[in-house]
């Protein structure tokens, strides 16, 4: 689970939620999304308008009562391990950006300067 | 038949009976909707991609098994369009977004398959919110459909290019996908038919996921029957997902064809109590008590049905909807499809992706991956992901109470008609209360149909009716949906029919 900053409860010093503009830019970064300063300013008080409005649900479920996750009583599916058609690689590097050697090419990964 | 008939006016089921008459071909019906598609839908604005060539050429080929006797079923040769957040084998799949621009998939969702197997001539593929989060098509990247009622207001999301484009007679038939609503609400709000099909009961195999445990496939149409016949053709079983219910499907159009008889006896139908009141605009509540005095006529028993934690399904939903979300959408990373963007000569891969993610994604997308990533945070997670899924619980254990004293239970699909373009697009809250009445049928898994009520008072606009009912019992939404719209139709004379596109 990727950790945020600031306090660990969602509610502010003064108790309202509060999801401050550094908060976001923390996010942002977890979920790999650069935003520019006006992004930041613009979504920062809308998503404390949002968690504000979903607060209510933390008085309504006792802690017995089991979550669900899925409308379906899942079990985990096998399928008979035999061999079926699968795309081509020319099909599964169709849409790549970038290609080279039948693999797909992608951008530096590792720190050091390429 | 006449040379002058209007093609695109006819039912799917009319269109097949047109076809099994020999009175014209499978050519001529896609062309007539491809002609009705050119002259209207630069106003409109429902599809992202046309494929003329594709869709008459299989056309043709349906037209030859129909020589030959070999048809596929009993929807062969009728044309139909598919929302773009399913993947189609050589054509375009952008869902709405600017980081699949371009993109073709080397295959087939499993309902497009199904419908390829069905020998139904694809149209092209219709406008939607991006990624499926909206409830008005204006987040789509692609700019705004418009509602064929009125073309300065918006007609649903996410899937209004779908509803758009067969409330505007440019395809009989057209797919959807409902997460909270998808389907069911611009049905409403472009007097059109959307069934939201229990969850396993479709396919979800090359669905661009938005939220795994609430995302349904479902038909698009402007009648009860031709959504049950789209529905036979695409549910079922499918291998390919492991979410899908081994088991058949009910009789669906038997179910459509037994309820326009009009015969309701013996049924039972709640009216949820908390799916009314305040904030309800009063024409659509006024078509909503005509439609159950309706269903009283036809035999039906009403009663008022309490499910108090349904108030509290908009706020668990915009919990869950975004944590699952911001999951899925990490699969958007600029590495083996979509939109690549380098921010400086030799940038990292993580500089990539923060760069094609930014460049890619819309506000929308990204106020809900933030919000996910924030729900599914170490110390926030329990307060809210935990408890949402504890109230999505409460939700499941409202409906089954329910289902212990009624059948079905029925609401007006959305609180209010299609308000105008740009109103409600930077007020995320006031957006999200469009699926207010939607969204406990996602969470509980169980099916929904929205048919249209009638016109409301203040504005003139179409007004819908849900039908909710247990999971798996998809027929009986056929069934009271198929009674009541034949009950509307016997006093309008008809179905309602948008004025003439200008």
Known sequence: MPEILGSSSPRGTNGRIEITRDEVAHLASLARIDLDDAELDHLAPQLSVILESVASLSEVAAGDIPPTSHALPLTNVFREDVVVPGLTPEQALSGAPEVEEQRFSVPRILGEEA | ?502
């Open chain 2, 1 to 502: 038949m006449a040379e002058n008939t209007d093609w695109t006016r006819k039912t799917a089921a009319e269109l097949a009976d047109a076809l099994a008459a020999g009175e014209t071909t499978s050519v001529e019906i896609t062309q007539a909707h491809l002609d009705r598609i050119a002259a209207v839908d630069g106003a409109v604005h429902a599809f992202l991609h046309v494929d003329a060539e594709g869709a008459l050429a299989q056309a043709a080929e349906s037209d030859a098994r129909r020589a030959a006797g070999t048809l596929l079923s009993g929807l062969d040769g009728v044309p139909i369009a598919v929302k773009d957040v399913l993947a189609t084998d050589g054509l375009p799949t952008t869902c709405g977004s600017k980081i699949l621009e371009g993109w073709i998939p080397p295959y087939d969702a499993t309902v497009v398959r199904r419908l390829k197997e069905a020998g139904l001539p694809i149209l092209g593929k219709t406008n939607m919110d991006e990624f499926a989060m909206g409830s008005s098509t204006e987040h789509s990247a692609y700019g705004a459909t418009h509602n064929p009622w009125d073309l300065d207001r918006i007609p649903g999301g996410s899937g209004g290019g779908s509803a758009a484009a067969v409330a505007a007679f440019e395809a009989p038939l057209a797919l959807g996908t409902d997460t909270g609503g998808s389907i069911r609400q611009p049905g409403a709000v472009t007097g059109t038919v959307g069934h939201k099909p229990t969850y396993g009961g479709v396919s979800r195999y090359g669905l661009v996921a938005l939220a795994n445990s609430l995302d349904q496939v479902g038909p698009v149409t402007r009648t009860v029957l031709d959504s049950a016949l789209l529905h036979e053709i695409i549910g079922g079983h499918d291998p390919k997902d492991s979410t899908s219910i081994d088991q058949p499907l009910p009789a669906l159009v038997e179910a459509a064809r037994q309820g326009a008889t009009g015969d309701l006896t013996g049924l039972k139908v709640g009216v949820i109590t908390e799916l009314s009141g305040d904030g309800w605009q009063p024409g659509v509540m006024a078509r909503f008590q005509e439609s159950v005095d309706l269903l009283v006529k036809a035999g039906a028993e009403v009663v008022e049905v309490s499910c108090p934690t349904f108030v509290h399904a908009l706020a668990t939903y915009y919990l869950i909807l975004p944590a699952e979300a911001s999951s899925n959408l990490a699969k958007f990373d600029a590495m083996r499809y979509g939109l690549r963007v380098w921010p400086h000569e030799g940038a990292s891969a993580e500089e990539v992706m923060r760069a094609s993610r930014d460049a890619g994604f819309g506000d929308e997308v990204k106020r809900r991956i933030i919000l996910g990533t924030y729900a599914l945070s170490s110390g926030y997670y329990d307060a809210y992901y935990g408890q949402a899924q504890k109230v999505r619980t409460l939700i499941s254990r409202d409906f089954e109470a329910a289902f212990e004293k009624v059948d079905v239970l029925v609401s007006p699909t959305a609180p209010t008609t299609a308000f105008k373009l740009g109103e409600k697009l930077d007020d995320p809250i006031a957006m999200y209360l469009n699926d207010l009445a939607t969204i406990p049928a996602n969470l509980a898994g169980v099916p929904g149909i929205s048919v249209p009520s009638g016109l409301a008072d203040e504005d003139g606009l179409p007004a819908g009716f849900q039908v909710l009912a247990p999971a798996l019992a998809d027929d009986r939404c056929y069934r009271v949906a198929a009674a009541l719209e034949s009950a509307l139709h016997a006093q309008w004379g008809g179905p309602l029919v948008p004025k003439e596109i200008a």
